[in-house]
T-cell receptor, first 110, second 115 residues
Framework: RKEVEQDPGPFNVPEGATVAFNCTYS??????FFWYRQDCRKEPKLLMS???SGNEDGRFTAQLNRASQYISLLIRDSKLSDSATYLC???????????FGTGTRLTIIP | DGGITQSPKYLFRKEGQNVTLSCEQN?????MYWYRQDPGQGLRLIYY???????QKGDIAEGYSVSREKKESFPLTVTSAQKNPTAFYLC??????????????FGSGTRLTVV
């Protein structure tokens, strides 16, 4: 089983819609969680950290479910500029290295 | 502005050659990392360093070498022993030795192609 698993998509979503995707992780001792965004042929950029209580940043909401070992990302009122690949990132306890999922590709359709 | 600079942006290597990818940061970050990304795959860790003059192998270190003589610099050499070096190489740094709190800042990457 991979340490971090994501549905690769693609998710093709009309502009203005709400879209959500999940990511599962295998190490129950994992401590830190992030969502990164990667545009085509560019470097990943931190979108948001994921806190235990869940957190929101504008149109983006991230949640953590430790019992089921998954994190989620919800995008409301999607924009064309949201088209990108979204990477789920986990940091195992006691391990300084981040582990990246393979990403979920999202395309917002006009 | 502070950031991470990778050079060159594109690099072409002949079979059997060693090449060195540059990574410089002015963020005063302690930890630096090298990842490789192949099409449709996630980032895979090659080497990382949490302090000057010290570095550790990642998951796919074979065929690569690094040095960390200065805090700001973490060059990666792709040796001829690396059998499939064509990939997108990403350098990253984190604010402390622990990326759990702050995540990573990435450079813009180097695309290496073997010709």
């Amino acid at each position: 089983r991979k340490e971090v698993e994501q549905d690769p998509g693609p998710f093709n979503v009309p502009e203005g819609a709400t879209v959500a995707f999940n990511c599962t992780y295998s190490n129950s001792a994992s401590q830190s969680f992030f969502w990164y965004r990667q545009d085509c042929r560019k470097e990943p950029k931190l979108l948001m950290s994921v806190y235990s209580s869940g957190n929101e940043d504008g149109r983006f909401t991230a949640q953590l479910n430790r019992a089921s070992q998954y994190i989620s990302l919800l995008i409301r009122d999607s924009k064309l500029s949201d088209s990108a690949t979204y990477l789920c990132v986990v940091s195992p306890f006691g391990n300084e290295k981040l582990t990246f999922g393979t990403g979920t590709r999202l395309t917002i359709i006009p | 502005d502070g950031g991470i600079t990778q050079s060159p942006k594109y690099l072409f290597r002949k079979e059997g050659q060693n090449v060195t990818l540059s990574c410089e940061q002015n963020l005063n970050h302690d930890a630096m990392y090298w990842y490789r990304q192949d099409p449709g795959q996630g980032l895979r860790l090659i080497y990382y360093s949490q302090i000057v003059n010290d570095f550790q192998k990642g998951d796919i270190a074979e065929g690569y070498s690094v040095s960390r003589e200065k805090k700001e610099s973490f060059p990666l050499t792709v040796t001829s022993a690396q059998k499939n070096p064509t990939a997108f190489y990403l350098c990253a740094s984190s604010a402390t030795g622990n990326p759990r709190d702050y995540g990573y800042t990435f450079g813009s990457g180097t695309r290496l192609t073997v010709v």
